[in-house]
């Protein structure tokens, strides 16, 4: 919440240093371990002078680190103590097992805030179907499929995208097809879910890559295909699905 003026000081409670009377001197800086303090108000202190509480705002104000008494203070005065309250209104830090769930803002509880050791946990899972049923004669890495991808944002650098996807193969010209994952346009997998499909064999492929993006963009991660020789079919149909899901693993 915003404050007009001074946020009060929450807890801080404090007794300040001693202090020597100055003869005919009124105004004296308060100090705790040598560094000045300041007060939130005069209200929220206790100060006594030759064993007396004085009355705050009669007896005495404060401004900033300095305290003036009302009348200048002579040799043999004692200031005994000057105990600054903090905030009154102050709650103090909850008992042990006294904070619910309920409590917690969602979303409060950040990996950040997570000690080491503790990660591993499942934060987003992102899947894709296709169903469409695709042909290569490409020597080289081709998408599988326009749909057969997932972007993914991942919530920190350090986590990690677990990758795994399925896709049935199947060649008439007895093509060995070979296929593997992209993160964007880098082959992560290489030939990764090799399988040959000869005759009208169809084969089901199962792809899995774990990867460090080092990232906090969005990553698209896509199956591609590829044969040694002839053609060779991939992809999903009406009865065999096609499918790829991404999940990021916290640190």
Do not use: W
Request: charged share 10%.
């Amino acid at each position: 919440m915003a404050y007009i003026g001074r946020e009060p000081q929450i807890g801080n409670f404090q007794v300040c240093d001693a202090i020597s009377v100055v003869n005919g001197q009124a105004a004296y800086t308060m100090q705790v371990s040598s560094v000045n303090v300041s007060p939130e108000t005069a209200n929220h202190m206790l100060v006594s002078l030759n064993g007396v509480l004085q009355a705050p705002g009669s007896s005495y104000t404060v401004s900033g680190s300095t305290i003036t008494f009302a009348s200048n203070l002579v040799t043999g005065d004692v200031i005994n103590f000057i105990h600054i309250l903090g905030s009154v209104l102050d709650l103090g830090v909850p008992s042990d097992a006294t904070v619910s769930t309920a409590k917690i803002v969602d979303g409060a509880v950040t990996a950040a805030k997570l000690a080491s050791g503790a990660g591993g946990k499942v934060l987003q899972v992102i899947s894709a179907t296709d169903s469409t049923n695709r042909s290569t004669s490409s020597t080289s890495f081709v998408t599988a499929s326009n749909t057969l991808s997932v972007d993914i944002t991942p919530s920190a650098t350090s986590s990690k995208i677990f990758v795994i996807a399925t896709l049935p193969f199947h060649s008439a010209s007895g093509a060995t097809i070979f296929g593997t994952i992209y993160r964007d346009s880098t082959n992560l997998g290489g030939a990764k879910g090799m399988n040959q499909a000869n005759g009208n064999i169809h084969n089901g492929s199962g792809m899995t890559f774990l990867d460090s993006p080092s990232s906090t963009s969005q990553l698209t991660y896509q199956v591609y295909a590829k044969v040694d020789s002839g053609t060779g079919n991939f992809g999903g149909d009406s009865t065999c699905l096609s499918s790829i899901t991404a999940f990021e693993i916290g640190a």
